[in-house]
């Protein structure tokens, strides 16, 4: 079932199969990135990243780019 979310401010299709938020950070490929994530103005520890996904949700995903 395709849910329709806002992420990171923007209207979001979520993919059938993804149906929590790692799932979702795997589908982005931000998986195995140093990030955070915010659902619903809630930031979720990372044990909780199987919650899962449901129409309407607000997340937000912030993740870190080195530079020099």
Known sequence: MERTIELNGNR???PAEVG???ELLSHLELAERI???EMNRDILAKDAYDQPIND???IEIIHFVGGG
């Open 20 to 22: 929590n938020v790692q």
């Open 12 to 14: 979001f299709d979520v």
């Open 56 to 58: 309407r949700d607000q």
């Open 35 to 37: 990030v955070i994530v």
